[in-house]
């Protein structure tokens, strides 16, 4: 079975520009979240989607937005980067639900802000 | 506030020794804790679940759960130097509550 994907695997971007980041869930998994690390600490959460809809929201900036896909996968859109948005972002998938979040991450995409 | 922390180490440990790795949370409604490795440059692994007070052994790996002292450990019998990662500790709130990550504990087997 496939696990968690996503793309791109790296990518360099300058000040201001926008980025997409994407991922594929777990077959089967219908939660994705997103979660930024930042060198030495632990994976911030960002955003997470259930059944297409946005079941929570992280403390980030309105540059940060997200979506989730019939088929379950999602994407993450950063607007107006910044040097600070420097980090490996994670996508998580999980099957949902009330109880027990199990997450099972993506390899992740490294962005660099220049 | 931080909801869960972790001493950052590093935690250096000879080979074949028992390595204890420690995680406090602050939120008493937290139901479920999770351990994750992270070997650098790679992204989290799940290595371990718990649930309910007490013990639960997997393999080498051992997690310990203590709600009243809010405490949650892993300990690694037979430590290799393949168990050299970053160790995260996650605890969740159930419902539609986030996952929240400590910022994780390195810990360094010496061969």
């Known amino acids: 079975d496939a696990g968690v994907t996503q793309s791109p695997t790296h990518l360099i971007k300058t000040r201001g520009q926008h980025v997409t980041l994407r991922c594929s869930p777990i077959?089967?998994?219908?939660?994705v979240s997103w979660y930024q690390q930042v060198l030495g600490q632990g994976p911030q959460f960002i955003f997470q989607?259930?059944?297409?809809?946005?079941?929570g929201r992280g403390n980030f900036p309105d540059r940060f937005s997200a979506r989730q896909f019939p088929n379950y996968s999602s994407e993450l859109n950063v607007n107006a980067l910044l040097l600070g948005d420097s980090a490996l972002y994670l996508c998580?998938?999980?099957?949902?639900?009330?109880?027990?979040?199990?997450?099972?991450f993506g390899s992740g995409t490294q962005l660099s802000v220049l | 506030q931080k909801e869960v922390e972790q001493n950052s180490g590093p935690l250096s440990v000879p080979e074949g020794a028992i390595a204890s790795l420690n995680c406090t949370y602050s939120d008493r409604g937290s139901q479920s804790f999770f351990w994750y490795r992270q070997y650098s440059g790679k992204s989290p692994e799940l290595i371990m679940s718990?649930?309910?007070?007490g013990d639960k052994e997997d393999g080498r790996f051992t997690a310990q759960l203590n709600k009243a002292s809010q405490y949650v450990s892993l300990l690694i019998r037979d430590s290799q130097p393949s168990d050299s990662a970053t160790y995260l500790c996650a605890g969740y709130s159930g419902g539609y509550q986030k996952v929240t990550f400590g910022t994780g504990t390195k810990l360094q087997v010496i061969p």
């Open positions: 998580a998938s999980s099957l949902g639900g009330a109880y027990g979040e199990k997450l099972f």
């Open positions: 077959s089967g998994h219908k939660s």
């Open positions: 989607y259930y059944e297409k809809e946005e079941r």
């Open positions: 718990i649930y309910s007070n």
